[in-house]
T-cell receptor
Framework: AQSVAQPEDQVNVAEGNPLTVKCTYS??????LFWYVQYPNRGLQFLLK??????LVKGSYGFEAEFNKSQTSFHLKKPSALVSDSALYFC????????????FGSGTRLSIRP | DADVTQTPRNRITKTGKRIMLECSQT?????MYWYRQDPGLGLRLIYY???????NKGEISDGYSVSRQAQAKFSLSLESAIPNQTALYFC?????????????FGPGTRLTVL
Protein backbone atom coordinates (compact mmCIF):
# COMPACT_ATOMS: atom_id res chain seq x y z
CA ALA A 1 0.00 0.00 0.00
CA GLN A 2 1.12 3.51 -0.74
CA SER A 3 2.00 5.70 2.19
CA VAL A 4 3.85 8.85 3.07
CA ALA A 5 5.37 9.81 6.40
CA GLN A 6 6.45 13.14 7.81
CA PRO A 7 8.36 12.22 10.96
CA GLU A 8 8.44 15.72 12.46
CA ASP A 9 5.32 17.48 13.65
CA GLN A 10 7.23 20.74 14.00
CA VAL A 11 10.51 22.17 12.74
CA ASN A 12 12.00 25.33 14.21
CA VAL A 13 14.67 27.28 12.34
CA ALA A 14 16.28 30.69 12.75
CA GLU A 15 15.81 33.15 9.91
CA GLY A 16 18.67 32.96 7.45
CA ASN A 17 19.55 29.37 8.30
CA PRO A 18 18.95 26.47 5.95
CA LEU A 19 15.83 24.41 6.52
CA THR A 20 14.86 20.81 5.85
CA VAL A 21 11.41 19.26 6.17
CA LYS A 22 11.56 15.49 5.98
CA CYS A 23 9.36 13.11 4.02
CA THR A 24 9.62 9.39 3.36
CA TYR A 25 7.36 7.35 1.14
CA SER A 26 6.34 3.84 0.21
CA UNK A 27 4.93 3.15 -3.24
CA UNK A 28 4.71 0.38 -5.76
CA UNK A 29 6.10 1.38 -9.11
CA UNK A 30 7.48 4.77 -9.99
CA UNK A 31 6.90 7.44 -7.37
CA UNK A 32 5.14 10.71 -8.16
CA LEU A 33 5.87 13.02 -5.23
CA PHE A 34 4.58 16.44 -4.26
CA TRP A 35 5.03 19.17 -1.68
CA TYR A 36 2.26 21.57 -0.72
CA VAL A 37 2.22 24.52 1.69
CA GLN A 38 -0.69 25.81 3.73
CA TYR A 39 -0.65 29.31 5.14
CA PRO A 40 -3.11 30.24 7.92
CA ASN A 41 -6.73 30.39 6.78
CA ARG A 42 -5.78 29.36 3.26
CA GLY A 43 -6.05 26.28 1.10
CA LEU A 44 -3.02 24.21 0.20
CA GLN A 45 -0.74 25.58 -2.50
CA PHE A 46 1.39 23.46 -4.80
CA LEU A 47 5.14 23.96 -4.29
CA LEU A 48 6.85 21.36 -6.45
CA LYS A 49 6.72 17.82 -7.74
CA UNK A 50 8.98 14.99 -8.81
CA UNK A 51 8.02 12.85 -11.77
CA UNK A 52 11.27 11.72 -13.30
CA UNK A 53 14.67 13.08 -14.22
CA UNK A 54 16.92 15.16 -11.98
CA UNK A 55 16.81 14.22 -8.33
CA LEU A 56 16.85 17.87 -7.27
CA VAL A 57 13.57 19.57 -8.04
CA LYS A 58 13.14 23.32 -7.81
CA GLY A 59 9.84 24.91 -6.91
CA SER A 60 8.11 28.07 -5.79
CA TYR A 61 9.39 30.59 -3.21
CA GLY A 62 12.98 29.30 -3.43
CA PHE A 63 12.15 25.81 -2.19
CA GLU A 64 13.68 22.65 -3.60
CA ALA A 65 13.36 18.98 -2.83
CA GLU A 66 15.76 16.11 -3.20
CA PHE A 67 14.51 12.76 -4.38
CA ASN A 68 16.50 9.84 -2.97
CA LYS A 69 15.36 6.50 -4.33
CA SER A 70 17.56 4.33 -2.12
CA GLN A 71 16.34 6.03 1.04
CA THR A 72 12.78 6.48 -0.29
CA SER A 73 12.88 10.09 0.78
CA PHE A 74 11.80 13.41 -0.71
CA HIS A 75 12.98 16.08 1.73
CA LEU A 76 12.03 19.71 1.23
CA LYS A 77 14.85 22.22 1.54
CA LYS A 78 15.62 25.91 1.37
CA PRO A 79 19.11 27.42 1.69
CA SER A 80 18.04 30.47 3.71
CA ALA A 81 14.79 30.56 5.66
CA LEU A 82 12.49 33.55 5.84
CA VAL A 83 9.98 34.35 8.59
CA SER A 84 7.32 34.31 5.86
CA ASP A 85 8.10 30.61 5.24
CA SER A 86 6.35 29.78 8.51
CA ALA A 87 3.45 27.54 7.53
CA LEU A 88 2.19 23.97 7.45
CA TYR A 89 3.89 21.76 4.86
CA PHE A 90 2.48 18.57 3.39
CA CYS A 91 4.27 15.87 1.46
CA UNK A 92 2.11 13.76 -0.85
CA UNK A 93 2.43 10.78 -3.16
CA UNK A 94 0.28 9.66 -6.05
CA UNK A 95 -1.77 6.61 -5.14
CA UNK A 96 -0.48 3.74 -7.27
CA UNK A 97 -3.87 2.00 -7.27
CA UNK A 98 -5.61 5.03 -8.72
CA UNK A 99 -3.68 7.57 -10.70
CA UNK A 100 -6.18 10.27 -9.84
CA UNK A 101 -5.74 10.02 -6.09
CA UNK A 102 -3.15 11.59 -3.84
CA UNK A 103 -2.13 10.42 -0.38
CA PHE A 104 -1.07 13.20 1.98
CA GLY A 105 1.26 13.08 4.93
CA SER A 106 0.13 14.40 8.29
CA GLY A 107 1.93 17.69 7.84
CA THR A 108 4.91 19.47 9.41
CA ARG A 109 4.59 22.89 10.97
CA LEU A 110 7.57 25.03 10.06
CA SER A 111 8.32 27.94 12.38
CA ILE A 112 10.98 30.47 11.43
CA ARG A 113 12.10 32.74 14.26
CA PRO A 114 13.51 36.21 13.50
CA ASP B 1 -6.73 29.90 -5.09
CA ALA B 2 -9.14 32.25 -6.87
CA ASP B 3 -9.58 29.63 -9.61
CA VAL B 4 -11.28 27.32 -7.11
CA THR B 5 -13.96 28.87 -4.93
CA GLN B 6 -15.92 27.43 -2.03
CA THR B 7 -19.10 28.59 -0.34
CA PRO B 8 -19.74 29.13 2.45
CA ARG B 9 -16.37 29.86 4.05
CA ASN B 10 -17.67 29.28 7.54
CA ARG B 11 -20.76 27.47 8.77
CA ILE B 12 -22.09 26.60 12.18
CA THR B 13 -24.95 24.13 12.30
CA LYS B 14 -26.71 21.77 14.64
CA THR B 15 -26.71 18.00 14.86
CA GLY B 16 -29.15 16.44 12.42
CA LYS B 17 -29.27 19.33 9.96
CA ARG B 18 -28.59 18.89 6.26
CA ILE B 19 -25.67 20.91 4.97
CA MET B 20 -24.39 21.53 1.46
CA LEU B 21 -20.93 22.84 0.66
CA GLU B 22 -20.39 24.13 -2.84
CA CYS B 23 -17.31 24.29 -5.03
CA SER B 24 -16.77 25.97 -8.38
CA GLN B 25 -13.69 26.08 -10.58
CA THR B 26 -12.55 28.01 -13.61
CA UNK B 27 -9.43 25.93 -14.29
CA UNK B 28 -11.16 23.72 -16.83
CA UNK B 29 -10.10 20.54 -15.05
CA UNK B 30 -12.16 17.37 -15.29
CA UNK B 31 -11.00 15.95 -11.95
CA MET B 32 -12.46 17.34 -8.73
CA TYR B 33 -12.07 16.25 -5.12
CA TRP B 34 -13.45 16.82 -1.62
CA TYR B 35 -11.15 16.46 1.39
CA ARG B 36 -11.48 17.06 5.08
CA GLN B 37 -8.64 18.27 7.25
CA ASP B 38 -8.35 17.47 10.92
CA PRO B 39 -5.42 18.49 13.12
CA GLY B 40 -2.62 15.92 13.00
CA LEU B 41 -4.35 13.79 10.37
CA GLY B 42 -3.46 15.63 7.22
CA LEU B 43 -6.05 15.57 4.45
CA ARG B 44 -8.38 12.66 3.94
CA LEU B 45 -10.27 12.08 0.72
CA ILE B 46 -14.06 12.00 0.93
CA TYR B 47 -15.14 11.76 -2.74
CA TYR B 48 -13.64 12.40 -6.14
CA UNK B 49 -14.98 12.77 -9.64
CA UNK B 50 -13.32 12.31 -13.01
CA UNK B 51 -16.14 13.96 -14.94
CA UNK B 52 -19.84 14.75 -14.68
CA UNK B 53 -20.84 11.09 -15.01
CA UNK B 54 -18.20 9.69 -12.71
CA UNK B 55 -18.30 9.74 -8.89
CA ASN B 56 -16.02 7.71 -6.64
CA LYS B 57 -15.84 7.17 -2.91
CA GLY B 58 -12.72 8.12 -1.04
CA GLU B 59 -11.45 6.74 2.24
CA ILE B 60 -14.05 8.45 4.48
CA SER B 61 -17.26 8.73 2.43
CA ASP B 62 -19.68 7.50 5.11
CA GLY B 63 -22.10 10.26 6.12
CA TYR B 64 -21.38 12.30 3.00
CA SER B 65 -22.75 12.51 -0.53
CA VAL B 66 -21.73 14.53 -3.58
CA SER B 67 -23.17 15.88 -6.78
CA ARG B 68 -21.27 16.89 -9.90
CA GLN B 69 -23.68 19.31 -11.51
CA ALA B 70 -21.31 20.39 -14.27
CA GLN B 71 -17.65 20.18 -15.12
CA ALA B 72 -17.08 23.30 -13.04
CA LYS B 73 -19.28 22.47 -10.03
CA PHE B 74 -18.93 19.80 -7.36
CA SER B 75 -20.98 19.96 -4.16
CA LEU B 76 -20.66 18.02 -0.92
CA SER B 77 -23.64 17.25 1.30
CA LEU B 78 -23.92 16.11 4.87
CA GLU B 79 -27.38 14.58 5.02
CA SER B 80 -27.58 14.61 8.80
CA ALA B 81 -24.66 16.41 10.36
CA ILE B 82 -22.98 15.06 13.50
CA PRO B 83 -20.39 16.71 15.77
CA ASN B 84 -17.46 14.56 14.58
CA GLN B 85 -17.95 16.05 11.12
CA THR B 86 -16.64 19.32 12.52
CA ALA B 87 -13.59 19.98 10.36
CA LEU B 88 -12.06 22.07 7.62
CA TYR B 89 -13.29 20.98 4.19
CA PHE B 90 -11.38 21.55 0.98
CA CYS B 91 -12.37 21.22 -2.61
CA UNK B 92 -9.63 20.64 -5.17
CA UNK B 93 -9.20 20.14 -8.88
CA UNK B 94 -6.34 18.47 -10.67
CA UNK B 95 -4.69 18.30 -14.01
CA UNK B 96 -3.00 15.14 -15.20
CA UNK B 97 0.31 15.90 -16.84
CA UNK B 98 2.95 13.22 -17.38
CA UNK B 99 1.04 10.97 -15.02
CA UNK B 100 1.17 13.45 -12.14
CA UNK B 101 -2.09 14.84 -10.83
CA UNK B 102 -1.16 18.21 -9.36
CA UNK B 103 -3.94 19.44 -7.11
CA UNK B 104 -5.28 23.00 -6.86
CA PHE B 105 -7.19 23.80 -3.71
CA GLY B 106 -9.98 26.14 -2.78
CA PRO B 107 -9.75 28.31 0.35
CA GLY B 108 -11.69 25.86 2.50
CA THR B 109 -14.92 25.78 4.47
CA ARG B 110 -14.76 25.66 8.24
CA LEU B 111 -17.74 23.62 9.44
CA THR B 112 -18.79 23.37 13.06
CA VAL B 113 -21.52 20.94 14.07
CA LEU B 114 -22.93 21.58 17.53
Amino acid sequence: AQSVAQPEDQVNVAEGNPLTVKCTYSVSGNPYLFWYVQYPNRGLQFLLKYITGDNLVKGSYGFEAEFNKSQTSFHLKKPSALVSDSALYFCAVRDGSSASKIIFGSGTRLSIRP
Amino acid sequence: DADVTQTPRNRITKTGKRIMLECSQTKGHDRMYWYRQDPGLGLRLIYYSFDVKDINKGEISDGYSVSRQAQAKFSLSLESAIPNQTALYFCATSDFIQGANTQYFGPGTRLTVL
